[in-house]
């Protein structure tokens, strides 16, 4: 019986894994790391499946913790983050528990003698923010994590932690916003569901699928039947069926109550940038290997109203009650950009929507252009064309990817150096070898050493200035590193030179010499 580890089995997600792995026909067993405060799922869950499952109540903040968890287990699930809106308040407790919590898993595998392999989930949210120019994304695109999105940037070491770490059996799965049975009672309570720009190009995932995922993973291995899925990173996303735009979101949840977008929101509540997310032009290669896309968009969202039909009971309201009492109030929270605008958080104001006076030119509907319509500011364009064109606008990633891995050598990782505005010190290295460190510099000649694969395959740069966790200095890097410069300047002007902090939850915004 072989026995799984999991961290965050209680979330979305965790709750699909477990579930489906508990559904396998290979009868494992799984052992969870859960909080104190989960008590009751642990419970639960006891109850259901007796002694295939072993509870240890910890942290992934504490090394032993995590080193009892993956002791004696043959594989790692690391699930477990802190994730928005919670991630959006506290700084330092994000940092700790998705960077400190995955080296905590690394570290106490690497410790053992008998080592468990490990899928490392990580997030979308490490590209950063996408819009019609690319809505196109794949694996190895550059990694510009949002300005004060501290949950990305954590995620972006942490994953880089893994990749580095030397162990042999890994994968990184990088995980796409999930549909989930909570999804709307989640968004109404805080000011996150303002941070989503109606026009990003969104490919969601439902839980259930992404569980189906875990375990099918698991399966496969044991049949030895993946043998080139290790030493990997992967995007995870729902396919066609799950692709649409941030405004086609609201609007699938919003008519369970009989509304739309345009009936409960003004285009101005939300950011035009600053997110993340777009298409994935490579969600099939997961698929092809475990056929778990199941689920498109309409099937949550059919299936959601059949199962909470209390939601129905809001059509008999007006919709400006609805509007009053559930939307409108949120606007005054914290973590609302309406608030933001409020108070004065010029940091913020200026990360999201560019200036204040974006927010007042774009206060009609009337006037909005919407990229599922069609529309931009400059003209009409034909969206269907672009939803269907996973090549459209590819971006280039300073080598000949043509080539196979195998062929890959020294030169291809001078190119890449120079393509994004260092050089790669090494003078040689064995042809087709990307796991075997390198000697890199970057162009403000910080000197590091990381494997190809996460250089060239992985989208990683400068670890001391291109991967931010409290300073955001975009502005001032992106001119010198072709590599970053298609994406940022589909949502930023050239001369904006902003410097951006955060410190104990505090912004700050330091405008740079030209």
């Known amino acids: 019986m072989k026995t799984i580890a999991i961290t965050g089995a209680s979330g979305a997600m965790g709750k699909e894994t477990l579930k489906a792995i508990m559904a396998s026909p290979y009868n494992y067993k799984a052992k969870l790391l859960l909080l104190k405060s989960d008590k009751f799922f642990a419970t639960k869950v006891k109850c259901q499946y007796k002694d295939r499952v072993e509870i240890i109540f910890g942290d992934i903040r504490s090394y032993d913790d995590c080193l009892k968890l993956t002791k004696d287990s043959d594989y790692v699930l690391h699930l477990a983050a802190l994730i928005p809106p919670k991630s959006d308040y506290d700084e330092d407790l994000t940092i700790a528990i998705n960077y400190g919590g995955t080296k905590n898993i690394v570290d106490s595998i690497i410790s053992l003698e008998n080592r468990p392999k490990l899928i490392h989930i990580s997030t979308v949210a490490i590209y950063g923010h996408r819009n019609y120019n690319h809505p196109w994304g794949r694996v190895g695109d550059p990694l510009l994590p949002s300005v004060f999105d501290v949950y ?127 298409w994935f032009e490579d969600s099939n290669i997961l698929n092809d290997m475990f056929h778990f896309q199941m ?30 009492l559930v939307i409108e109030r949120l606007l005054k929270n914290q973590n609302a950009p309406m608030c933001w605008v409020q108070n004065n958080d010029i940091a913020r104001v200026t990360a999201a929507f560019g200036s204040k006076e974006n927010i007042d030119a774009v206060s009609d509907w009337k006037e909005f252009p919407l990229l599922n319509k069609g529309q931009l500011s400059n003209g009409n364009f034909d969206y269907e064309s672009i939803k269907n064109s996973p090549t459209y606008h590819k971006l280039y990633h300073g080598y000949d990817e043509s080539k196979p891995d195998s062929e890959l050598d020294i030169e291809d990782m001078q190119q890449a150096a120079k393509y994004r505005g260092g050089e790669c010190l090494s003078v040689s290295m064995v042809k087709g070898d990307l796991y075997t460190p390198l000697k890199w510099r970057c162009h403000l000649g910080h000197i590091f050493y990381a494997t190809p694969y996460t250089i060239l395959k992985a989208g990683h740069w400068c670890d001391e200035c291109c991967a931010p966790l409290r300073k955001w200095n975009y502005d001032n890097l992106v001119p010198h590193i072709p590599f970053y410069q298609d994406i940022w300047y589909d949502s930023h002007a050239k001369g904006e030179n902003y410097t951006y902090y955060i410190q104990n939850g505090l912004t700050y915004l330091q405008k740079e010499s030209a």
């Open 152 to 278: 990305a940037t954590s995620k972006m070491h942490a994953e880089r932690y893994v990749l580095e770490s030397g162990l042999v059996d890994f994968a990184v799965l990088r995980q796409t916003g999930i549909l989930y049975d909570n999804l709307l009672m989640k968004n109404i309570s805080d000011g996150l569901m303002f941070h989503t720009p109606w026009n990003v190009p969104i490919e969601w995932v439902t839980a259930r699928d992404s569980g189906r995922l875990m375990a099918s993973i698991i399966d496969r291995d044991i049949e030895n039947s993946i043998p080139h899925f290790w030493k990997r990173v992967y995007n995870i996303g729902g396919g066609a069926s799950c692709r649409q735009t941030g405004y086609d979101t609201f609007d699938d949840g919003f008519k369970i109550i009989g509304g739309s977008v345009e009936t409960f929101f003004e285009p101005n509540w939300n950011p035009n940038r600053n997110f993340h997310c777009f």
């Open 295 to 324: 689920e498109s968009n309409d099937d949550f969202w059919k299936e959601f109203s059949s199962k909470h039909s209390i939601y129905g009971v809001a059509r008999i309201l007006p919709a400006s009650i609805i509007r009053k």
